[in-house]
């Protein structure tokens, strides 16, 4: 079982950064974050995987999120610039292992005009 933290939300301007951290309490095979806007289905926003490769983003925020991990730490961050408003949601760690996906609790991230 691997249990999942998220921190690092919280209110920003539009056109400021955040960093997310992801810390899981044991090695995942990849992890990722997703997101849930109020009303909106959960869609995918950037993955990693730990044993290396090109990260993967969704469209929408490719160019201004960046995904990035630290093995020793067992932790995945998401640096997040340029924020515009359309990026307020609850952003969800994803991670998986030996076929078996753990979410972690959410954190809000809320970016005003």
């Known amino acids: 079982q691997v249990q999942l933290v998220e921190t690092g939300g919280g209110l920003v301007q539009a056109g400021g950064s955040l960093r997310l951290s992801c810390a899981a309490s044991g090695r995942t095979f990849s992890m990722g974050w997703f997101r849930q806007a109020a009303e909106k289905e959960r869609e995918f926003v950037a993955g990693?995987?730990?044993?290396?490769?090109?990260?993967s983003y969704a469209e929408s925020v490719k160019g201004r999120f960046t995904i990035s991990r630290d093995n020793a730490k067992n932790t995945v961050y998401l640096q997040m610039n340029s924020l515009k408003t359309e990026d307020t949601a609850v952003y969800y760690c994803?991670?998986?292992?030996?076929?078996?996906?753990?979410w972690g609790q959410g954190t809000q991230v809320t970016v005003s005009s």
């Open positions: 994803k991670a998986t292992d030996r076929g078996t996906v753990y």
């Open positions: 990693i995987r730990w044993s290396g490769g090109v990260p």
